[in-house]
C-alpha cells in the first residue's frame, strides 16, 4: 500500500530514502488522480521492499508541492539519494512506471 506522505515526513521517508522512491502527488477532486490511484497502489505491492511507494495530497502539503513546482496533478516524481531523478505527468500506465522506477533500482 502506498504510504502517505506529508510536509512534515518528505524529508525522512523521501529525501533520507536508502532505497528509490516514488511520489504519487494527487488530490481528492482530481479525476485523472482517481484513475491512476489505483494503478499507483499496484505499482507499491509490486515493488514492496525494493522501493517505497507514496502519495502527497497537494491541498493538505502544499509546501512539498510548491517546493518540487507542481503545476499539474497527477505528477509522479521518482526519487534516488534525496535527487528528482524521473518525472510523468498525467495518467501513466502501469508498464511505463513499473519501467521508469526499475531502472533506478
Given at each position: 500500500m502506498a504510504l502517505e506522505i506529508t510536509d512534515s515526513?518528505?524529508?525522512?521517508?523521501?529525501?533520507?530514502?536508502?532505497?528509490?522512491?516514488?511520489?504519487?502527488?494527487?488530490?481528492?477532486?482530481?479525476?485523472?488522480?482517481?484513475?491512476?490511484?489505483?494503478?499507483?497502489?499496484?505499482?507499491?505491492?509490486?515493488?514492496?521492499?525494493?522501493?517505497?511507494v507514496g502519495k502527497v495530497d497537494v491541498d493538505n502539503n502544499q509546501d512539498i508541492s510548491m517546493q518540487y513546482g507542481i503545476r499539474n496533478i497527477p505528477t509522479v516524481l521518482i526519487f534516488k539519494n534525496g535527487e528528482v531523478v524521473d518525472k510523468l505527468v498525467g495518467v501513466t500506465p502501469k508498464h511505463v512506471i513499473a519501467e521508469k522506477l526499475s531502472a533506478h533500482l
Open positions: 515526513s518528505f524529508q525522512e521517508t523521501v529525501l533520507k530514502s536508502d532505497k528509490p522512491v516514488l511520489v504519487d502527488f494527487w488530490a481528492v477532486w482530481c479525476g485523472p488522480c482517481r484513475t491512476l490511484g489505483p494503478i499507483i497502489e499496484e505499482v507499491a505491492t509490486d515493488f514492496e521492499g525494493k522501493a517505497v
